[in-house]
Every structure is written in C-alpha cells, then in structure tokens.
C-alpha cells in the first residue's frame, strides 16, 4: 500500500504561480511511477504529468506543456508540481498518483494506469 498526501493547493490570479507537493508513504521503495492529474467541476479527469520514479524521466498533458514542470525527491519521496504562468482554466482539483506497475507511457497518462491516490488539493484561478 501506499499513501499519498497533497498540499499547496490555494488561490491564485491569473499569470501566477503555486508548487504543490505530494509526499508519499508505506511502500514507497516500489514505486514505478507518479502523476498528477485534475478535475474541474463538470469534466473528465485529466492527466497533467506523470514522472517515472527511476530515472527521472517526465510526460505532460498538452495544456500544460511549458508551464508546468513536475519533478521528484527521492530521499523526501515527494513529488513536485511547479505551476507558472497559471489560468482561469487551470481551476480544478488536483490529485496525486503512484503505480508499482511498469506500465508504457500511453497507460501512464490515464487514470487507469495509477492504483494510488491522494485526497485532492484545490487549485483556483482567478481571472
């Protein structure tokens, strides 16, 4: 099992900035990959990025391409969702992520590709 746990979420005016982090707990030394993904009211799930554990290595939804930048800790086991130049579209609920399982990229940019999930921390931008 693993626990995820979300913070940084807040209030923020158009073209800001926030960092969410997601620390994670239990059985962390399996972790094969982490993403993040957001809810507005209304709409789907999206993927915003995902980062493989092991080498680093980053993927990001096309709306946030250039914008955001996700990065990871592993001694803090911590993931890290950098947001700049922030929109009103960007208002949602964003949710962190891990998979023990090796899965390809294109099943790391869903939902279905993650097992574990955090609570959610609101994102709201005001334009």
């Known amino acids: 099992q693993v626990q995820l746990v979300e913070s940084g979420g807040g209030l923020v005016q158009a073209g800001g900035s926030l960092r969410l982090s997601c620390a994670a707990s239990?059985?962390?030394?399996?972790?094969?990959?982490r993403g993040w993904f957001r809810q507005a009211p209304g709409k789907e799930r999206e993927v915003v990025a995902a980062?493989?554990?092991?080498?680093?290595?980053?993927y990001y939804g096309d709306s946030v391409k250039g914008r955001f930048t996700v990065s990871r800790d592993n001694a803090k086991n911590t993931v890290y969702l950098q947001m700049n130049s922030l929109k009103a579209d960007d208002t949602a609920v964003y949710y962190c992520?891990?998979?023990?399982?090796?899965?390809?990229?294109?099943?790391?940019?869903?939902?279905?590709?993650?097992?574990?999930w955090g609570q959610g921390t609101q994102v709201t931008v005001s334009s």
């Open positions: 992520a891990a998979t023990l399982v090796p899965h390809r990229v294109p099943t790391l940019m869903t939902s279905s590709g993650y097992d574990y």
């Open positions: 239990g059985r962390t030394f399996s972790t094969y990959a």
């Open positions: 980062i493989r554990w092991s080498g680093g290595t980053t």
